[in-house]
């Protein structure tokens, strides 16, 4: 005799809702990833790293990335005013294992991820787009579009 057919259960190990499905980071990435970046500026703050690259630099941590392991950590961050970046991330990178150890006395974390910092373009991204928007040229055509839109 032959047993009656059940639907397909899903293993007992997986995860409901995990990154792997979705595509996006989980909400424990996403936490962590929040703890880090304060820690992070903090340490920036209150820290003076010996570069002359890195001297009177205000940096602006604007996200961290944990990898869904939680080894790595891809931090994005942007020098105030933008000037010199690529030399800012460079020195950031160089002294990545200076602020990783300092990170991990602030948090709480099994181990510190190891940390790669990136520049955050999201900035001169809006700034340019901000900038198409006022040219002269989209303005022309907004206001052609308003006016057909007033005449009908």
Do not use: W
């Amino acid at each position: 005799m032959s047993r009656p057919s059940h639907p397909r259960r899903p293993a007992r190990n997986a995860r409901r809702g995990s990154a792997d499905t979705k595509g996006g980071p989980s909400q424990r990435q996403l936490r962590v990833g929040e703890a880090l970046r304060h820690a992070l500026a903090e340490v920036l703050r209150e820290n003076e790293i010996r570069d002359a690259e890195l001297e009177g630099v205000s940096v602006t941590i604007t996200q961290v990335k944990p990898s869904p392991d939680m080894r790595y950590a891809t931090v994005y961050c942007e020098p105030l005013g933008g000037e010199n970046a690529k030399a800012i991330v460079a020195a950031l990178n160089r002294h990545k294992g200076f602020l990783r150890g300092e990170m991990g006395h602030l948090i709480t974390m099994k181990f510190t991820p190891d940390l790669r910092f990136v520049e955050d373009e999201s900035f001169a991204e809006a700034q340019k787009i901000e900038t198409i928007l006022k040219s002269p040229e989209v303005q022309r055509d907004l206001a052609a579009g308003h006016d057909e839109e007033e005449g009908e």
